[in-house]
């Protein structure tokens, strides 16, 4: 499996359902951040991970 560190899940698996691509409906929001899942032509799973926000402390 590849893994993509994306700053916008939602919007990167939209673009990619707009160009044809194949992705799982399912999408996951965790206390490690948020996860989407594409497959290639080939068959390799594809992950996209949404780091958790970061709430800076001055």
Known sequence: MLNFRVNDRDAVLAKLRAEGIVADPSVHAHE???????MDPDGTHI??????SVTMRG
């Open 32 to 38: 490690n951040g948020g996860f989407g899942w594409i």
């Open 47 to 52: 992950e996209l991970w949404q780091p958790p």
